[in-house]
């Protein structure tokens, strides 16, 4: 079939699968762009790239001295380097035990190797790394696959679930794309665009054959299938991260690599349609259901894309003035609580763990490209935090040359006092706007099928003083399990282990169906309250009619209360609330707890008559929790006394009297 087309028959097929499952119909890029437009506005020979060169060293000598020398400091690291091969049994570690960490810190660890020494040698060049370029580049031409043993399932063969690939070893003959491919051809055309003249010195085939591997290991594919789901969607359309992610990285090797006019115009159509997909997934308030943590590779990924885009077609292809690629933007830092030493606390709903480095550089630069104060001045906050140049070689240049004038930024944290995601059902309050002193809460409605999903519908997040007093443990190291139908017997994914009620022995259910219903959020005076039915949440077995969770920040009062009143069809196995807490727990007498940190004592009141409480330690054996949580945390569980079929329960926080 001719390529022209496929590619239609592509285009209507995802104009359909928008009709029938997008939030809403938006198409903003290939209905107000057609692929002719496209390919007249293409920038010639590379003149979007406003990027020194690497003979320009005039420029590249030019960037700050300090950092000049930490990255020639860490490329040199590496002189010498004998990489280590990836091995077969690695990739069979996955099929055989369930663990991708070990295939998949090898596949990290060759391509920091990479840029750490492509970065040096632009900042240096000497041509002291050259050689060690050279090896890692053949070492990427020899190898089979540049992805994770994790996405076999993406084979012809046909998907039989994450845990079940079609192979358990990288099959030469079915190139597949997935996000590590895509990252390492994208780092890969960016050595290609800058030392394929150094390359040639030494010997043309270097080139030669980096840029032929390229073509067949990436963009062939990429123009070939359909049935990527992250080009067209799961099932009837389902997408998530992966959709901006892989297409930029495409869209990155389309523009340095690809020499023939209509395949370029053609393919960077395809990402365009492929990312249209995303963007009407999004509902309007730009909440990200993936987490703030997936932000950077969902939102942050779509700018990244966008800002790529625009500069490829001389600006003439620019979306940011739409209101929900502002809100995309907006949402990280309408999610953050606040800074520690650890790095920075957010609302780490779905697979996010609750402290995070997001690049400072990547939030500036949307916030500009968007016009929007609060977001420059949160990414200047963060480039003062952290080294600002980033972790792709793509995200890295873009830091160093795109982000001028930071520094004249008005460097502020957007503590913001309040926000509700109407679409996503998140609220967030904060007792002091612009400062952490006191109060802060955010709690979520929703449902239990959302990307990257926790049973978790109408739990919340409570932090005093910036420091968290009632938490999301948030997600654990990566197995097989983890996407699997195993998923929701992992401890961090249950609702036995966020902050909510297990009925009759039962906590909630997974599934599009277990949602929450009439959520609501009220701002009055100095009072933020926020409701839900958590019901739905839960399988017919719970025997709950109605189970209306609500909070309340109540500023004049200073105090935070937590309210479950419900209904029950029957009460046969009782009423346990379960709260998470990585803070010193001590009961003091009937109906009162002390919930206490180094900086500050906070009281826990409850109605001792009709409740009693057991306090549980949690052992954490996860290299990724133990870096937030340490190696325990501590589970509060209060049991109903009576087996009535309706009430009432209140749970009050309060400042003890000495704070």
């Known amino acids: 079939m001719h390529e022209a087309l496929k590619f239609f028959i592509f285009v209507a097929g995802l104009s359909f699968t928008f009709l029938t499952n997008a939030q809403e119909k938006r198409n903003l890029l290939t209905d107000f762009f057609t692929r002719s437009f496209v390919g007249e506005s293409i920038c010639k020979d590379n003149c979007w790239i406003k990027y020194p060169s690497y003979n320009e060293r005039e420029a590249w000598t030019q960037l700050p001295e300090n950092l000049r020398q930490e990255t020639i400091k860490e490329g040199e690291k590496y002189l010498g380097y004998n990489w280590p091969p990836i091995t077969a049994t690695m ?25 750490s020494l492509v970065l040096a040698e632009l900042m240096e060049g000497k041509g002291r790394f050259i050689d060690d370029i050279i090896n890692g580049v053949f070492v990427y031409c020899e190898q089979t696959y540049w992805g994770m043993s994790a996405t076999f399932y993406m084979y012809k063969t046909g998907f039989k679930g ?8 990288p099959d030469i003959n079915d190139p597949i794309v997935d996000l590590s491919v895509g990252d390492a051809a994208a780092d890969l055309a960016w050595t290609w665009y800058f030392f394929n003249k150094e390359f040639d010195k ?26 990527f789901w992250w080009i067209t969607g799961w099932g009837e359309g389902n997408v998530n991260n992966w959709t901006p992610w892989c297409n930029y990285n495409i869209l990155t090797c389309i523009a340095l690599i690809e020499d023939d006019p209509v395949k370029k115009e053609v393919g960077i159509y395809k990402t365009m349609a492929s990312v249209d997909l995303f963007i009407n ?17 969902a939102g942050g990924k779509l700018f990244d894309y966008l800002d790529l885009l625009h500069q490829i077609t001389n600006g003439n292809i620019d979306i940011f003035s739409n209101d929900l690629i502002k809100n995309m933007g907006r949402y990280i830092y309408r999610v ?20 995070i480095r997001h690049d400072g550089g990547r939030i500036y630069r949307y916030g500009k490209q968007i016009q929007d104060h ?24 873009e830091n160093l040359f795109n982000i001028k004038g930071w520094q004249d930024t008005q460097i502020i944290e957007p503590l913001i006092s309040h926000f509700y995601f109407s679409d996503r059902e998140i609220v967030i309050a904060r007792e002091n706007e612009g400062t952490t002193s006191g109060f802060y809460f955010a709690a979520k409605g929703g449902n239990n099928a ?19 007093v009632l938490v999301d443990v948030g997600v654990g190291t990566y197995t097989a399990k983890t996407f699997s139908d195993q998923r929701y017997k992992i401890w961090t994914m249950q609702s036995e282990y966020h902050n909510l009620p297990v009925i009759n022995g039962f906590g909630q259910t997974p599934g599009r169906k277990f949602e929450a219903k009439n959520s609501n959020y009220e701002l009055k005076g100095n009072k933020s309250f926020f409701s839900t039915d958590i019901a739905g949440a839960y399988s017919q077995e719970a025997k709950v009619n109605k189970w209306i969770r609500s909070y309340t920040l109540d500023i004049s009062n200073r105090y935070f209360r937590i309210s479950d009143n419900y209904q029950l069809e029957d009460n046969f196995n009782g009423i346990d609330f379960h709260f998470i807490s990585p803070l010193n727990i001590q009961i003091l007498g009937p109906g009162i707890m002390e919930l206490k940190d180094n900086e500050f004592t906070l009281y826990l009141k409850y109605n001792p008559l009709i409740l009693k409480v057991q306090l549980e330690s949690i052992d954490i054996d996860d290299n990724n929790l133990q870096r937030v949580w340490g190696n325990n945390i501590s589970r509060i569980v209060f049991k109903m006394k009576n087996k009535d079929l309706n009430g009432n329960i209140i749970f009050d926080i309060i400042k003890a009297l000495q704070e």
């Not at 010997?203 to 290991?217: D, F, G, M, T």
């Not at 609060?374 to 890295?396: T, V």
């Not at 959302?450 to 997040?461: F, K, L, M, Q, R």
Request: aromatic share 12%; net charge neutral.
């Open 281 to 297: 997934s999004y509902p309007n308030d730009g909440g990200c259901d993936e987490g703030p943590n997936y932000w950077s590779v």
């Open 450 to 468: 959302e990307s990257h999903n926790h049973n978790d519908v109408g739990t919340c997040i409570l932090f005093f003083n910036g420091k968290p």
């Open 162 to 169: 994450f845990d079940n690939p079609n192979t358990v070893l």
């Open 336 to 355: 953050y609580i606040a800074n520690s030493p650890k790095g920075q606390f957010y609302v780490n709903y779905s697979d996010s763990p609750a402290i």
């Open 91 to 115: 990739y069979l570690e996955f099929t055989r035990t369930g663990d991708r960490a070990i295939v998949d810190r090898a596949i990290s660890n060759r391509r920091v190797v990479l840029r």
């Open 202 to 227: 030494i010997s043309p085939v270097i080139s030669k054959r980096l840029k032929n591997e390229l073509q067949k290991k990436v963009l062939d594919p990429f123009y070939e299938r359909y049935d």
């Open 374 to 397: 609060q977001m420059l001045s949160f990414g200047a906050f963060l480039l003062k935090e952290s080294n600002f140049i980033g972790g792709r070689i793509g995200e890295a240049l």
